[in-house]
């Protein structure tokens, strides 16, 4: 069974911070990984999705890479800002199982 | 852009009474889904649907129900809801290009 595993598990930063957060898992053969956004007591905003044939993708001020062979994306957000502040969920689809982390909670100090 | 539109944000039920759940989205995916998040545990799959009046398990069906008449349309039934299903409950639709959730549903039952 797939795991995913997100570290930090919370992150504080001082706006205008460039930040990597990071998302592991265990069974390499997935259908792709997305990236999501959560704030507090709303649904899931996809952020970003890899498709398994892509290494990375990139909207704005994100990138999200994809490292299959060693299980590995990251989400490198540049120039934070007190906007970003929410969870930030990576999940893992093996062909309509998508599994998810348990997210990194980032807090952008103004 | 895809849209998951759950029927309401927060719910207040009663132990007991039977709850219904809906989701509906409009870009003609086949594959729908009903998540719950609670703290500590991240998000568990209740059950999926991969086409109109097909439903499978997820990982924690028990106390639960679903109904698919339509394709655009995915209901979660609490037969008779207990203080334990009090949780965020969250939708979502899939098509090959990641899934997109709706807003989520809060319900507490009493």
């Known amino acids: 069974k797939q795991e995913v595993t997100q570290i930090p598990a919370a992150l504080s930063v001082p706006e205008g911070e460039n930040l990597v957060l990071n998302c592991s898992f265990t069974d390499s053969a997935i259908y792709n990984l997305q990236w999501f956004r959560q704030d507090p007591g709303k649904g899931l905003t996809s952020l970003l999705l890899?498709?398994?044939?892509?290494r990375e993708q990139t909207s704005g001020r994100l990138n999200a890479s994809l490292d299959k062979s060693s299980g590995r994306s990251t989400l490198y957000i540049a120039a934070s800002q007190p906007g970003d502040s929410a969870t930030y969920l990576c999940a893992v689809d093996n062909n309509n199982d998508m599994r998810f982390g348990a997210g990194t909670r980032l807090t952008v100090k103004p | 852009d895809v849209k998951v539109t759950q029927s309401s944000r927060y719910l207040v039920k009663r132990t007991g009474e039977k709850v219904f759940l809906e989701c509906v989205q409009d870009?003609?995916?086949?594959?729908m889904f009903w998540y719950r998040q609670d703290p500590g545990l991240g998000l568990r799959l209740i059950y999926f649907s991969y086409d109109v009046k097909m439903k499978e398990k997820g990982d924690i069906p028990e106390g639960y129900s679903v109904s698919r008449e339509k394709k655009e349309r995915f209901s979660l039934i609490l037969e008779s809801a207990s203080t334990n299903q009090t949780s965020m409950y969250l939708c979502a639709s899939s098509r090959h290009r990641g899934y997109t959730f709706g807003s989520g549903t809060r319900l507490t039952v009493v």
């Open positions: 870009m003609d995916h086949e594959n």
């Open positions: 890899i498709q398994s044939s892509q």
